[in-house]
């Protein structure tokens, strides 16, 4: 079965940085959309950063409190999808978690446990 693990949460102070990593067993990893999304106490979760790998190329998007600080990657030989945090900011505190969604139908989508991410001096 699909087993997505998240590993490199942390704590952290403001300006500091992280990575996270999702490595990804018992699925075909290239064929799937990879995402990060983050859950704050008491808000809704929110998409972070996504990366496709088609055909046509790789594709990327972030959403924009995260433009120019977080950096998504993946590396398909290792089954693994990254996310490189720098310029921390105490609103970046959440559970971290990794999703993955099939290109193809149906589209089926899984998820990881979440990693912890608090970013406080």
């Known amino acids: 079965q699909v087993q997505l693990v998240e590993s490199g949460g942390n704590l952290v102070q403001p300006g500091g940085s992280l990575r996270l990593s999702c490595a990804a067993s018992g699925m075909t990893f290239s064929m799937y959309s990879m995402s990060w999304y983050r859950q704050a106490p008491g808000k809704q979760r929110e998409r972070v950063a996504t990366i496709s790998s088609t055909s046509s190329g790789t594709f990327i998007n972030y959403v924009d409190s995260v433009k120019g600080r977080f950096t998504i990657s993946r590396d398909n030989a290792k089954n693994t999808v990254y996310l490189q945090m720098n310029s921390l900011k105490p609103e970046d505190t959440a559970v971290y978690y990794c999703?993955?969604?099939?290109?193809?139908?149906?589209?089926?989508?899984?998820w990881g446990q979440g990693a912890q991410v608090t970013v406080s001096s």
């Open positions: 999703n993955a969604r099939e290109g193809f139908a149906p589209y089926t989508t899984y």
